[in-house]
């Protein structure tokens, strides 16, 4: 799928698995992160590096959320 870099709040809980509130578009507009169904590694080859893949619902969508090197990408199932 196509990616995007997106802004996203987050919370750093005590467990250390950082958890992203909402996300916010380049028009300021911003979605809260409704669940969390999954988070797992991801592992990195020529396209992306490695980093961790969140499966959230946003909104009435379900997109994965990525989080690599210290920035977020969505992208649409």
Not at 40 to 60: A, F, K, M, V, W
């Amino acid at each position: 799928g196509m990616r995007t870099s997106v802004d996203v709040i987050c919370m750093y809980p005590k467990n250390g698995l950082i958890r992203p509130l909402s996300i916010v578009w380049n028009n300021g507009a911003s979605y809260p992160v409704r669940r969390i169904t999954q988070v797992i590694p991801i592992d990195g080859d020529e396209d992306h590096s490695c980093g961790l893949r969140y499966t959230c619902r946003i909104g009435n969508s379900v997109r994965y959320l990525f989080l690599e090197n210290g920035k977020w990408f969505i992208e649409k199932l």
